[in-house]
């Protein structure tokens, strides 16, 4: 099975809208970086590894925290101008769900509930799943009430869930497992409003892809795209498009040659024209990865390859796009102090840094930006800060 997420973030440290009054405000590159909140590793919370979404109000940031919590089993956070609150602490038993790690960026509906992932929990266990349970997906609205919506069982119906989940009207809920499924490689999924699940397609690894970590997103159509970490053609990962009947088409196999990057463990983003934007956590031009764009014929670009000293390793971390085509994101490692970036790349392919992380201002980010309409990114570190428990930190042009 896969390490924990401690284990993971020590390999990588190795390798690698006012809302508050007091904050850490350092310039660079005509930016402002501010740490608006400091996670202190108790109640509040820890790990906050999803990176933060922003409510359609856009008066709050909502996010989780995979570590700590009245349970200690992680939490859903809410951070506004009066500070954070825990809007639900995460039980560890039965049902409740314990571990919401990765890149699991909440999802909110029109009436403001937020839809996630956990990849333990649950009162499914065994063999195949983790010791705490197979995974579940969830819901959590303003007031804190959690409903669970639906458990692994941990065989084909999947298990351990990962990444962002996409909502269609009817309130039907799509996601993708890094396991289980037909085959055993993991599988992509809708669960109706009643909690009835449907396995729209298994990954059989050879032609298809494996692994899909990174969790979907829908386009106006309800196609749904994704990566899938392992398997395609190359054995480099893929990228995926799944029809609302369940069609699968591979857009691209990743490992073709040098430069395209291997190994895509990140969430993807769609553009107005329907192009795709991600990243790989290796290989590309210089080994470190790269951000890629995909289009809707299966023409892949390498937009950046990443390289030391600069960016590297974007682990889990997926790229976004403004109206005008810069693409954000964030890498784990690299960058002056080696504990993980925010960059920006324009519509030309220069890339700029927009923070280099030092440890106290927080360090190593999984998570996806969030940007709000006056340009302000906002995001998460896993780890550092004051109190080592990673921080909110927001970046303003």
């Not at 463990?265 to 470190?288: H, K, P, R, W």
């Not at 976004?320 to 784990?332: E, L, M």
């Amino acid at each position: 099975m896969k390490q924990s997420h401690s284990t993971c973030a020590k390999h990588l440290v190795l390798i690698a809208l006012a809302l508050t009054a007091a904050c850490l405000c350092i310039h660079a590159n005509a930016q402002t970086y501010s740490v608006l909140y400091q996670f202190k590793s108790g109640n509040d919370g820890s790990f906050p590894a999803a990176g933060v979404a922003i409510d359609t109000k856009r008066v709050a940031l909502y996010g989780t925290t995979a570590e700590d919590g009245q349970y200690a089993a992680g939490t859903v956070f809410k951070f506004n101008k009066s500070g954070e609150s825990v809007l639900h602490s995460f039980t560890g038993e039965g049902g409740d769900g314990n571990d919401p790690y990765g890149n699991g960026t909440l999802v909110f509906d029109a009436s403001g509930t937020m839809y996630g992932t956990v990849q333990g929990g649950g009162i499914y266990g065994g063999t195949n799943c983790v010791t705490s349970g197979c995974g579940i997906v969830f819901k959590v609205d303003q007031t804190g009430k959690e409903t669970v919506l639906y458990q692994f069982q941990g065989g084909t119906d999947g298990f351990t869930p990962e990444g962002p989940v996409a909502i269609d009207a009817a309130g039907n809920v799509y996601g993708a497992t890094a396991f289980g499924g037909g085959f055993g490689e993991g599988a992509v999924f809708k669960i109706d409003p009643s909690g009835n699940e449907t396995v729209l397609y298994s990954f059989t690894q050879i032609g298809d892809g494996a692994r899909p970590e990174g969790g979907v997103v829908m386009d106006g159509s309800g196609n749904l795209y994704g990566t899938t970490q392992l398997g395609g053609l190359y054995s480099g990962g893929t990228v995926f498009k799944i029809s609302p009947s369940g069609a699968e088409t591979i857009l691209y196999n990743f490992g073709t040659n040098s430069g395209d990057g291997i190994f895509p463990t990140s969430s993807v983003s769609l553009d107005g024209q329907g192009n795709i934007y991600g990243t790989t956590y290796m290989a590309g031009e210089f080994g470190y990865g790269n951000v890629f764009n995909v289009t809707q014929s299966g023409s892949e670009i390498s937009l950046y390859n990443f390289a030391l000293p600069g960016p590297a390793y974007p682990y889990y971390c997926g790229a976004i796009t403004d109206t005008s085509g810069n693409i954000y994101g964030v890498t784990t490692g690299g960058g002056t102090y080696g504990l993980g970036t925010v960059y920006k790349i324009d519509t030309n392919r220069n890339i700029t840094i927009l923070h280099n992380f030092k440890g106290p201002d927080g360090k190593v980010p999984y998570g996806n930006l969030a940007l709000d309409p006056s340009g302000n990114l906002y995001g998460t570190t896993s780890q550092g800060g004051k109190f080592g428990g990673g921080v909110i930190f927001r970046i303003k042009p």
